[in-house]
Every structure is written in structure tokens, then in C-alpha cells.
């Protein structure tokens, strides 16, 4: 039995209530933390292996001493982790490494930059970076980055490309070399669902959350962030209201007149965004969960870490740093081209398997690993989760396959042939 630690925020087949979840904030600030790590937990759950969860951050449950007795690799997924405000867990992260004889997979990590810049960042942060990396050299052949500017920040800091590769997001490997997509060749009816997902401490989406509030009366908004968490369950935040046109305080409209969903969690986040024909907004993760439910999806990019990864996986987005005038759901909609996603994405999943297989992780992707698919999927529809927090509790449910949805979809897609050179 491989014995596998994986760093999450908790597992994803705890069931916490909304009020729970405040509380201990375990999403990490922000849900979409669970979908990459959901992501990862599925694709490493190969017969014969257990894939534990636990913090390795300030908040960690397990000394160094109890990692390397019970467990023999550690996996970490993370998202923008070089960058100021992660510094404290970055710190920590590092000294458990540092005290660990076991190997150690760093998948997805990124760097936080404004866009138009070179990649850059303060020197206190390139120090916990430098230490960091380092660490994980240590016990590591390679250290997993979401894109080419993180690579490019990581070769200023001494480390090139024969340690550092370039992976993209584990999430959007959660069902492999397959990504089902479904589009209608109607326009999109604007009296119809759109899900709508937004960074609400940008000021320049103000005047857009505005316009498409008043244009579609069937706009949802599934917020990630801890903090319209607790303005949903408690009514009011501690949040400097920056704009009184972005969804951050009780009177605006999509608070309440009840048009914002939270999830809890990755299942119940996808099952719901499966239901909407389009999702759009600032939400790298938000439109990933989007695209993993067969959903079309575009980002608005307005930092190099959204950028990147949008960059990468060739998901339909537009720059609104550069001009953020006339963004419009029907017009996006329409514009947008997915074909590059999805042709490319089989040569992207077998650049991460590959990653994978150099530091001896198997996948159930693997020949003959579906069977570990399989089981998560069938623990994970044995669980019933609370609804997002916001939806309509008439025709909740247990929770079903979404595994199983999506690959109903994937037999109805027809997908290019796969070239090699």
C-alpha cells in the first residue's frame, strides 16, 4: 500500500455545513482552492494507494516526524503561492520539507504579477520563493509551475528548465486526456441562466456588474471568496465597500434578490454550473469548475496568474487590464472559439502525466488504474453535501455521479485525432 499525503485545505468528502465552513474557513479564503486539489486527490487514487488529506501550512495537524513515519510521498498542490500575503505558509511549507526524507511533488504553483510586467516580485518574496524551491529540489526531480511566466520568475531565481516544467492547472486534468464540452449553436437567450463569477475587490467591474445585472434577469452569481460567504449567512461583512455596484454589501442586487450561489464544495460546485449554458468572469477556477461540467466558459483576465493559465489551456479570454469597455455575456458568447481547448488538451494531460510518472506517481488514467477512478466517484455520489449556499432548497438531493454525467457527455463529443511529432 502507497501511502500518499496530499496538502488541502480538507477533504473532499467531508460534508461541513455553510456555518462550519465560516467559521474554520476551509476553503482557504476562496473555494476554488478545492478544485485543484479535488483534482489531484481523484487522479492519484490508484488501487492499492490511500491518499490522505491534511494542512502543511500555519494550520498544519501533522508534525514533520508523523509525516515521514505514516506516509511515503507528499503531494502539494498549489495556485498563485508566490506572492506577499502567502508568505507566512509558504515559511511553513518549507520547514516541513526541510525536516522530510520523503519525496515531495510540487504540481501547479504560480506567481502573482500584474499583467504587462516582467514577473517580478519583492525580494522577501523571492527569498521564501528560493527557499522554497530549493526545499523541494531536495527531494524532488522537478518542481510543477502553472505557466510560462512562473517558469521565467523561477529562472531569474536560479532555477531552470531542467527542474522547473511547465504543467498548467491540475484541474483541469480531472477527467485526463478528455475534456467534454457542450454548445448550443443558438445564441445565447439573454431572458435565460448565465453564471456570472467576479473578483470583488476589482473596481473596474463595477460599471460591468452593473450593465449585465440590469441585462439578464436570469445572471446567477457564484461567488468563491470567504467573505460574501459571511455576507450571505450573517447579512453583513466587514468588507470596505470600494463600489456600491459590485456584489459586497447585503443591499446590492444580486445579494438580495437571492441571484448569488456559494458552494461548499468542488461536487455540488460543477453539478450546479452543469445545469447554466455559459459562465464567464474573473475566476480562473470558477470557470475551470465551469468547463470540467461541460459548461463554455471565457475568462476576464486581469492579472498575469489568470492570464497564464488561460494562456496555457487556450481557454476563450479577453484582457480586461487593456480594455474592459463592452464586455457583454451574449457578445463573449458568441465570439468565443473552445476548439483549441479542447485539441489541444490531450497533448497538455500527457505533458502532466508525464510529470507525474518522473517523480513514480501512478494515475488512474493509467492502464488498468480506473478502477481507482471509479470508487472515488462512487464515494463521492455514497455522500450528500450541502447545496450551495443560496440555492433553492425544493429538489435537493444526494448528490449523483457527475463523474458519470460528463462522461455521457464526453461519448456525444466528437474530438480531433490526436497528432504526435
Known sequence: MTRLLLRAHRNPFTTPSAARVLARNLVGDNVGNLVFSYAVQRTLSVPGSSVDVARLNRARTLSPEEIAERYDHVVIPLANAFRKRFLPNLDAISETIEKLEIPVTVVGVGVQSAVGERVRAPRQVGESVTRFVRAVLEHSPSIGVRGEWTAEYLEGLGFGSDHVEVIGCPSMFLHGDQLPLRRSTRPLDPRGPVAFNLSP????????????????????????????????????????????????????????????????????????????????????????????????????????????????????????????????????????????????????????????????????????????AQAFDERIARKTFPPPVGEPVVGVGRSRALADRIRSKARRVVRPARQRV
Open 201 to 372: 475587490y476589482l473596481p473596474k467591474m463595477a460599471p460591468v456588474v452593473e450593465d449585465q445585472v440590469a441585462r439578464y434577469p436570469g445572471l446567477v452569481y457564484f461567488a468563491q471568496d470567504i467573505k460574501t460567504l459571511g455576507l450571505l449567512l450573517e447579512g453583513s461583512s466587514d468588507r470596505t465597500v470600494i463600489d456600491e455596484r459590485l456584489p459586497i454589501h447585503a443591499d446590492h442586487p444580486l445579494i438580495a434578490e437571492g441571484r448569488t450561489r456559494f458552494p461548499l464544495d468542488a461536487t455540488t460546485w460543477m453539478e450546479a454550473l452543469a445545469t447554466y449554458p455559459f459562465s464567464y468572469g474573473t475566476r480562473i477556477h470558477g470557470n475551470i469548475a465551469a468547463l470540467l461540467a461541460g459548461t463554455p466558459a471565457y475568462v476576464l483576465a486581469h492579472d498575469a496568474r489568470t492570464l497564464e493559465l488561460a494562456r496555457y489551456h487556450q481557454i476563450p479570454h479577453r484582457r480586461i487590464d487593456v480594455d474592459v469597455d463592452g464586455v457583454d455575456a451574449a457578445a463573449l458568447y458568441a465570439e468565443a472559439d473552445w476548439t483549441p481547448m479542447t485539441a489541444g488538451h490531450a497533448e497538455r494531460f500527457d505533458r502532466y502525466s508525464a510529470f507525474l510518472h518522473s517523480h513514480g506517481l501512478s494515475h488512474v488514467f493509467d492502464p488498468g488504474q480506473a478502477a481507482g
